[in-house]
């Protein structure tokens, strides 16, 4: 057993056991039963017909509420440190998904204090600034302000700070250098922090004082501060926040996790076309060394980042999927061919999302919390 | 010497042996020639002549700054855990004189937040409602709505919390252990709380983009939160916190404070004037046995309670306590006349100030903070 990586909200690396890491958090994995029962719904995200959106923590408990006539609440986030990247849409694009399947409130939070506090060289101006961006990449996705809010730590403050000091007031020092691995070394607002990531799964109390059941669709790194959430939430009179996590957004390093801080194997939003070709031209595959020996040997596709951008978010009819994953193996397709196929689908995405993210910027205000929140 | 007390900004026990604190936190005393200084810009208040306010951090380097021009601020502020008492008004009533004396800006901070984190049986609502009465008692005490703001933790958060941030990031929970004492029993919030106490120290560059030096008038109990405010400000590009600290006022038990866990001992300001009078009445003294003992031996007003209010309160006039101080030791004054003499004063003072008291709540939102802060 792989026992070599690292998954906590600051740190994913080495190569990630995904079935050991619901072992090792105590989620449990989203099985045959409830994505039958999703299917109820209506039609399957591809996520969840390729086991990307793969654990859950409690959602056929609130899938039982829903059908009882129990609204619930959509909540997910951002840690702005940099510009958004393609990894970052996959959950958002999920939450969108699940909006439009249950007709609910979403509630997008950018944790802008948050990465001031871990980020030794960010300032506040710089994660507010991120946090801009980041939120028209949100916005673009196609959420509605009817029934989507986008809360900004520094700005919401006022609406969160009583919920987090209610968290904060039920969680010790121990609870959290065991959930988090805080260590003597680490700041007194590191160690608060989580109180103001787990505020929004009350936000509707706050808002409307209603005690509305939460739904986090987000990446399964998030676990530690949900852990903490879910063991407070009872103490304080609340419901459960509940949890749907998807795997990270793999790197065309071939690694396990998209990071911002390589920005040459990282497709940003913002990318240009010519850039996007460069770095799927540079893209570990799962080709073999030749022409010759890839004609010969076919493809490995299991370990090949072109084609896992495929799998995760471009490729969503499974037909198609299995068709090029096939034709890899069989050395019928090569990795130059792969790579222009990708990047088509990519630049096509982008050129559209591009157009989207402007119109956002004109209605950004649309999506914010009142100020005398 | 007695080591056999404890002064934390949450726990004042025992014997307090004020000299030994200075060693003890590093405090430096108010000399004489800082006194004669003082009296240089005007009539010097009694705390100063008797010693009630007896230690500073770099108070005469503010002075050297205002001499230069560059005005400072005052900033004080109180835990609204319950009724204010005559204890709390005495620093209060410092912080008037010293406004009154150099013309400069006032910070009143409620730190509803604090009371909240570290009192198990209080909630949100007990102390943003204890932080209303408190604050109707330092506004009777004559401060004007044109420079003197009141900051209250939950509704002033937007403005104080990206302040908090920068002093939280700069602070290690190995720092926060070593000053404050915390054990893994503590909560995440009181692990925070100090970056809170800190920010109103910035809170002119938050309102007017201006590094102000700043000087605290408060009970040296709190010396631990501003030992951390003056080690992180100039980390962040701010003058020091200065502070001039005054002794405990003492309960009517004896005690070295005044303290609102004993109401049938502690002097409210909402005290009708016959609970003043029988709090009075069963006050410790420095009496004797007898009244003929007393006739004979005199009394003792270093250790009696009863004496130690007019010290530090209601006997301004120095020749006057000279006299009380030698008709108690000759034992022409018994303990029951010096009650009475007391309680006149307390009542009378109390009567005005539940006069100004009730005004105060028509001004209250003039001492506000815009809530667009």
């Avoid at 990465?115 to 961006?133: C, G, P, Q, R, V």
């Avoid at 787990?198 to 530690?224: M, N």
């Avoid at 690694?255 to 913002?270: A, H, L, N, R």
Wanted: charged share 30%.
């Amino acid at each position: 057993m792989n026992d070599d990586f690292k998954v906590t909200p600051w740190e994913v690396t080495g190569e990630i056991d995904y079935d050991q890491l619901i072992t090792r958090f105590g989620t449990k994995k989203m099985d045959q039963e409830l994505i039958d029962r999703l299917a109820g719904y209506g039609e399957l995200h591809p996520m969840l017909r390729r086991g990307v959106v793969y654990s859950h923590r409690d959602f056929d408990w609130l899938l039982d509420q829903y059908d009882k006539g129990n609204r619930f609440f959509l909540y997910t986030g951002r840690g702005p440190s940099g510009g958004t990247h393609l990894g970052h849409l996959m959950p958002w694009m999920f939450n969108r998904y699940l909006q439009d399947l249950f007709k609910v409130n979403m509630y997008f939070q950018l944790t802008d204090d948050e990465k001031y506090l871990f980020n030794e060289n960010l300032s506040l101006e710089d994660t507010k600034m991120a946090a801009y961006e980041n939120v028209l990449d949100f916005i673009a996705l196609g959420f509605e302000p009817e029934n989507t809010k986008v809360i900004l730590d520094t700005k919401d403050i006022k609406l969160l700070y009583p919920l987090a000091l209610k968290v904060a007031k039920r969680v010790t020092f121990s609870t959290a250098k065991a959930v988090f691995g805080f260590e003597n070394s680490h700041n007194i607002g590191q160690i608060f922090y989580t109180s103001i990531q787990a505020a929004p799964c009350f936000i509707e109390d706050a808002l409307y004082g209603k005690k509305t059941p939460c739904l986090i669709p987000c990446g399964i790194d998030q676990d530690a501060h949900f852990r903490v959430a879910r063991d407070v939430a009872p103490l304080l009179g609340y419901p459960k926040p509940t949890l749907i996590y998807n795997k990270m957004f793999p790197g065309l390093t071939g690694s396990d996790k998209m990071s911002s801080s390589q920005p040459q194997t990282t497709i940003f939003t913002t990318d240009k076309p010519k850039d996007v070709k460069k770095k799927i031209g540079n893209a570990f595959t799962g080709g073999q060394v030749s022409v010759e020996e890839q004609r010969k040997l076919g493809g490995r596709p299991e370990v090949c980042s072109v084609f896992k951008y495929q799998y995760y978010l471009f490729e969503n009819d499974d037909k198609a999927l299995d068709d090029l994953t096939e034709r890899c193996r069989k050395g019928e397709i090569l990795c130059g061919e792969c790579k222009q196929l990708l990047t088509k689908r990519i630049n096509e995405f982008l050129e559209e999302h591009q157009r989207k993210r402007e119109e956002a910027k004109e209605r950004l205000h649309e999506f914010l919390l009142p100020d005398s929140c």
